[in-house]
């Protein structure tokens, strides 16, 4: 297979993220960051960042625990994001010389976790527009699709839709300003649409469009599922904050324009 200079992606590979919006990218990441990755898993765990959601807190069964925003504290997801080469993965992928962070997020779930990721696209939730924007979610632990690895509805980042974000723990908040269409009810009708899922291995990747529709089961598994994504800007992603948009970096926080390449290299350095 073709090599593309200064990556280990293949051409295929970057083809691939162009049509289906999403490429499983195998042994991405170092084992000793994913090994550093779990041990902040276990700190958040126990002492979550004020970014988090919960479903159940004290509990080692049935929890599905997110917490998001850390590389500004976190010398682990510092070093994650810097040194890793995830920023370079979602740059090849986009086609895009420049690469902005835009936020980091890790999603664990413990074994006996029913709660699905619901299924969502992520730019409704970001205060951000492009089409050069995506995720490079990481493998922390071994995941079956059943055991919650990631699902997608192959090509429908280019479906020009932009549905209302859904909450990830039932409790709604400030996804529910958000004034838009809900996304059709695909766990239902799986088999109208085509639906790719990947099983993974720790540090393996998965880089996908920020526009594509994702989401992921429960954990039958016996074993914690962990994870952590990074969100990254390419060229053409402009400031959009909006009603419903995650709070954690608001128009007050940074010197971003709307409807401008946000160059604010304090809230969304470049890598
Ligand atoms: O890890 C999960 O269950 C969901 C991840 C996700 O939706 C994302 O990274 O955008």
Known sequence: MAKCPHTHLTVEQIETFATDGVVHVPGAVSASLIGDINVLADRQLD???PWSTDTGADSTHGRFFTTRYLWRDDPVVRRFVFESGVAQLAGDCMGSSS???YTDHLL?????TEEPTPWHQDIPYWPFLGQRICSVWVA?????????SLEFVRGSH??????APESFDSEGGWTDEFVGERIPDIESDKSSYDILG???EPGDAIIFSAWIIHGSPG???PNRRVAISTRWLGEDAVWHPHPGCDPAVTQAETTAVPGQHPSDDDRFPLA
């Open 158 to 163: 280019e479906w020009g839709r932009y549905f």
């Open 140 to 148: 922390c632990s071994t995941a079956t699709v059943e055991e919650s």
């Open 219 to 221: 954990n039958t598994g």
């Open 198 to 200: 990947f099983d993974v």
């Open 108 to 112: 664990v779930k413990e074994p006996g």
């Open 47 to 49: 002492n979550p960042g």
């Open 99 to 101: 690469v902005r962070l």
